[in-house]
């Protein structure tokens, strides 16, 4: 079992930024990929992020490239994901979700497809 802590949500202005993290425990944080995901009121889960178990590699939702950065610590088994130039749309619960893949270069984006999931911390971007 992982099991995964969020933190860093709040209120925030538009244009703010603010930085998530995701604590993990249980086995080697080092052969999970690590992603996050949101969702809004009536909306379903979308990706928004992840990261390779390296950190070498990254991928990002259109919506949040050039705004979000993903990364990793794993001497800290932590997640991070800052979140610059925040947009009202930028509203949701994020969720940090870990993979099993200890090898390779590939990110996955579907939900379905990882192993553990946090409980999620709201952001709220005013207008």
């Known amino acids: 079992q992982v099991q995964l802590v969020e933190s860093g949500g709040g209120l925030v202005q538009a244009g703010g930024s603010l930085r998530l993290s995701c604590a993990a425990s249980?086995?080697?944080?080092?052969?999970?990929?690590m992603g996050w995901f949101r969702q809004a009121p009536g909306w379903e889960r979308e990706f928004v992020a992840a990261v390779t178990f390296s950190g070498n590699s990254t991928y990002y939702a259109d919506s949040v490239k050039g705004r979000f950065t993903i990364s990793r610590d794993n001497a800290k088994n932590t997640v991070y994901l800052q979140m610059n130039s925040l947009k009202p749309k930028d509203t949701a619960v994020y969720y940090c979700a870990a993979e099993f893949r200890p090898a390779g270069g590939v990110v996955v984006t579907t939900a379905s497809l990882y192993d553990y999931w946090g409980q999620g911390t709201q952001v709220t971007v005013s207008s």
């Open positions: 249980g086995r080697t944080f080092s052969n999970y990929a």
